[in-house]
């Protein structure tokens, strides 16, 4: 006769339904590219901390590096409808952290539809800083304008 295994795991985490793919492709249809981000055609990637309830619900949020220009915003409120499958965890009130990249890219454009306006991209530079290493004004802005043509 063999015995019945136990869980190995004490705390059982809560996992997205479908897993990491039905995730993205949750965020994919319901994220809305924020039109003052398109018109300074603006792209990156929105970093995320949120909080999980013991029963799976998004109950905080918050960007811990963004991209401005309403992007911020738009991850977070897509963040906010996610909704995990929460296994019981005995009686506890545990609270799951997590951290989530939202990326947002500009639409692929027709070589008709380009037009001759310059674009300038900002590129930031910052160096990161250790605890025991003094900050040093090293950091700044570098900023490339050129003009996009069409062929």
Do not use: W
């Not at 339904?17 to 039905?22: I, P």
């Not at 039109?35 to 990637?45: V, Y």
């Not at 960007?63 to 009686?91: M, S, T």
């Amino acid at each position: 006769m063999q015995r019945e295994k136990k869980d190995t795991h004490f705390v059982k985490k809560p996992y997205y339904v479908g897993g990491l793919s039905a995730m993205r492709q949750f965020i994919s249809s319901h994220l809305q590219y924020p039109p003052e981000a398109l018109q300074g055609r603006i792209e990156g990637t929105v970093h995320v901390r949120y909080t999980l309830d013991r029963t799976g619900a998004v109950i905080g949020a918050r960007v811990i590096a963004g991209i401005g220009h309403g992007c911020d915003e738009e991850a977070l409120r897509v963040v906010r409808l996610l909704k995990f499958h929460a296994p019981k965890n005995q009686v506890q009130n545990i609270k799951f952290h997590k951290t989530i990249q939202i990326h947002f890219r500009l639409p692929a454009q027709n070589p008709q539809d380009q037009q001759s306006e310059p674009v300038s991209y900002v590129y930031a530079i910052t160096p990161k800083t250790q605890p025991e290493v003094e900050k040093s004004p090293t950091s700044g802005v570098i900023t490339y304008s050129y003009t996009i043509s069409g062929t």
